[in-house]
Nanobody, 115 residues
Framework: QVQLVESGGGLVQPGGSLRLSCASS????????MGWYRQAPGKQRELVAL???????TYTDSVKGRFTISRDNAKNTMYLQMDSLKPEDTAVYYC?????????WGQGTQVTVSS
């Protein structure tokens, strides 16, 4: 049973920073892609950032230059560094791993950007 566990969410003021972590029970080398998604109230889940096994990273336009996705292979953990946070970044953030045609999801972590 593959498990992905997110942590690091919370309440932060506009302009602040947070770092989300996603710990995997399986070596992250085994995933074809890993990514962060988010879902705001009343909206569909959207891709925020993606990293492939080949090291390619992509970001949705609204977070380019502010968010950074990375992986620590030794710790089997993926990160999302979020800087210059805006109220519109408020959402539940989910970790995703894609392997052999199956999507694996974490339980989500709430990020709230508010003064």
């Amino acid at each position: 049973q593959v498990q992905l566990v997110e942590s690091g969410g919370g309440l932060v003021q506009p302009g602040g920073s947070l770092r989300l972590s996603c710990a995997s029970s399986r070596t992250i080398f085994s995933y074809n892609n890993m990514g962060w998604y988010r879902q705001a109230p009343g909206k569909q889940r959207e891709l925020v950032a993606l990293t492939t096994s080949g090291g390619v990273t992509t970001y949705t336009d609204s977070v380019k230059g502010r968010f950074t996705i990375s992986r620590d292979n030794a710790k089997n953990t993926m990160y999302l560094q979020m800087d210059s946070l805006k109220p519109e970044d408020t959402a539940v953030y989910y970790c995703n791993g894609f392997r052999v045609g199956i999507n694996y999801w974490g339980q989500g972590t709430q990020v709230t950007v508010s003064s």
